[in-house]
């Protein structure tokens, strides 16, 4: 088969058909079902019928021969009575007289011994008749069949009324009644016809209710896939009309314009975050070349020094900011952790306060933590978290930041305090956006890119922690708190 080709599928592609199917298939198994069980039960109650209709015509021929009067051979049900002695039935009836006239009977004799009994159900095999060729469905020439039988013993008859039945005195007569079973096979087939012509009309009904009621059902569905399908990346604006009914397409819909308005968001943060991106990139390319130019229209009055300067400057800004969209753009894609392990967050920060520069202003970075506080995660991605907590309070800081780590039960939690004039309760979740600087008016060349915070928590989110801003009564408390992993002496 073609690899381009398309699988074939024994069920249908369209949801109504499937449906359609589905309900039909379910019917049809329920309503075989039903079938057997109704063939059944209809074949037990006539074969009891025609039992009782057997037993009744039983006890009617047993009063006849008591009162030695010989049953008439227009039967409904087939008999035949025979006696000891006699090689003739003493009288026959329904289908047995017509296949067995006034030959032998067909019925055993009566044993001569025993106890006189009403026998409810027994079998008899009667013989065959070559020369016989019957006119109804009744055949009882030949096979294996169903009879009632009962006794009439020679005390039960009087000389006169033995006579009366052309028997010996002293015979003993056995009564045979067949049990028909064509009453119940015939009810039974005609059940089963019924049944039959009102299982297909019912399966079709089934399927063409279940095919509209879903085609009715998919209507807002096909009206939210119209307008889902003229939603762009660029213009996820289009919402779904939500119905009034309450059951599951309303969900959907509320659904799907959930999923619209966060393709919106996530849209107008992309365009905001180019948009900031381009206007942080500009500045810095805009000084450099404007410094480039101005040393290459004058180069003997430039002082070169002093523009080397401003370009290693401010290159050093582009690849500051270059690096940190880099940074998001993997922490945006979630990309698996490099080199994962434990990483004692308590040395990390004691590292950092020895080795962080502090030349512009007279600052303080201190940390009064020893213990070790231990935690899973990548040791640069930690150490960048920190940094930037760090680089953060040093511009803002007036003359200290302290670094403090504690374990606190399966938490560890670092804080990073300056003294600096802190940030409004209003701003506490603002500063934690990309490009955002709460001062704007403030030397871009100090103030970072903007992106610090942004990194930072993201960093903590990827280690499944939090970083917040904690409110302090001075300056600006940044909290830290990452799921802690146990130190070798409890493992």
Known sequence: MNATEPRRRWWPRSVRAGAALAAASTA????????????????????????????VQLGSLC???????????????????????????????????????????????????????????TTVRIPVNRHYNPRDKFDMAGGTQRVMTADIWPDELSSDKAAALGVAAGAKLRVYVVVLPYTAEANTKITD???????????????????FAVRIALRPVETIRV???????????????????????TALATTINSTLQRLDDAAAQQRRFVADAAHELRSPLTTLLASLEVALAYPERTHWPAAVTTAARQTRRLHALAEDLLLLARLDARTPMARPGTVDLTALALRLTEQYPLTER??????????????HGNLDEYERLLRNLVDNAARHAAHRIQITIRNQDAWVVLTVHDDGPGVPTEDAERIF???????????????????????????????????????????????????????????
């Open 362 to 375: 007279p600052l303080t970075l201190t940390c009064d933590s020893t213990a070790p506080a231990i935690a």
């Open 433 to 491: 956006e990309r490009f955002v600087r709460l001062d704007d008016a403030r030397s871009r060349d100090h103030g970072g890119t903007g992106l610090g915070l942004a990194i930072a928590r993201d960093l903590a989110h990827r280690h499944r922690g939090t970083l917040t801003l904690t409110p302090r009564p001075l300056g600006a408390c940044f909290e830290l708190r990452l799921p802690r992993a146990p130190t070798p002496a409890e493992e």
């Open 28 to 55: 049809a198994v329920i309503l075989v079902g039903i079938g057997w069980w109704v063939h059944h039960d209809v074949y037990r109650q006539s074969t009891q019928i025609a039992e009782e209709q057997a037993q």
């Open 63 to 121: 009063e006849q021969l008591r009162q030695g009067v010989i049953p008439v051979s227009t039967s409904a049900v087939p008999y035949e009575v025979v006696a000891t002695g006699r090689r003739t039935a003493v009288a026959s009836g329904g289908a047995l007289s017509l296949a067995y006239p006034g030959t032998h009977h067909v019925m055993p004799t009566p044993p001569t011994t025993g106890v006189a009994a009403l026998i409810p159900l």
């Open 227 to 249: 307008l889902t399908a003229s939603v762009t990346a660029s213009d996820p604006r289009e919402r779904v009309n939500v119905p009034a009914t309450g059951h599951e397409i």
């Open 193 to 211: 016809r019924v049944l039959l012509r009102a299982g297909l009309v019912s399966l079709v009904l089934i399927a063409a209710v279940a095919y």
